[in-house]
């Protein structure tokens, strides 16, 4: 991976142009701290934050929020189901029950919004007293069709995106600035 001073970087055998800068990343994520510590000023939080994309919004976002809250990091494990219907997936590492708690999904960016529904579905049926979700990112599919995201930072089209915590092909994900191809 080569870093430059220009507004390009090279990942592999891709071009990647900065789209977002750190700052104004910054600026969005102080934004939906405030407007999440607004609406959630009478309740206690359970952030569920999905790995492994999320980890650097999660921790920026934390930092801003100002009640009482906790947060677990979790992953969406694939497994081969007993039936022949195939993969299912499964939330993972959910140490703390989230049983009549107020849960704020975490996610880095939602494209289709397939694992997101997928999410919400499982923390539903752990008994969840109520379910949104904050994204930094979101794609026009999961614009046009995905599940209701409550707080959503910056809405893209469909081109791919790095950095951030976000990866290409396992790298990028210390980049501190977003790049689309
Ligand atoms: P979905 O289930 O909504 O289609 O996809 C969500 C997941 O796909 C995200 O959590 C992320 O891991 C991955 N993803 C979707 N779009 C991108 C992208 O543009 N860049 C990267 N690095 N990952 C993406």
Request: no cysteine.
């Given at each position: 991976m080569q870093h430059s001073a220009t507004d390009s970087i090279l990942i592999h055998d891709r071009t990647f142009l900065r789209l977002i800068q750190h700052s104004a990343i910054q600026k969005k994520v102080r934004g939906l701290a405030e407007q999440i510590n607004s609406d959630y000023k009478d309740r206690n939080i359970f952030f569920v934050a999905i790995l492994n994309g999320s980890f650097m919004f999660a921790a920026d976002l934390l930092k801003n929020i100002q009640i009482e809250c906790r947060i677990s990091f979790v992953k969406l494990a694939s497994y081969k189901g007993t039936r022949s219907t195939g993969q299912l997936k499964a939330i993972f590492?959910?140490?703390?029950?989230?049983?009549?708690q107020h849960v704020i999904i975490i996610e880095d960016i939602v494209d289709t919004g397939l694992t997101l529904t997928k999410m919400i579905e499982d923390l539903k049926s752990l008994g969840a007293q109520s379910i949104d979700t904050v994204s930094l990112l979101r794609k026009k599919p999961a614009r046009e069709k995905g599940p209701e995201v409550k707080y959503v930072g910056f809405e893209l089209e469909q081109e791919f995106v790095v950095g951030y915590g976000l990866d290409y092909d396992g790298l990028?994900?210390?980049?501190s600035d977003i790049y689309h191809t």
């Open positions: 590492g959910l140490e703390e029950s989230v049983f009549g990028g994900r210390n980049l």
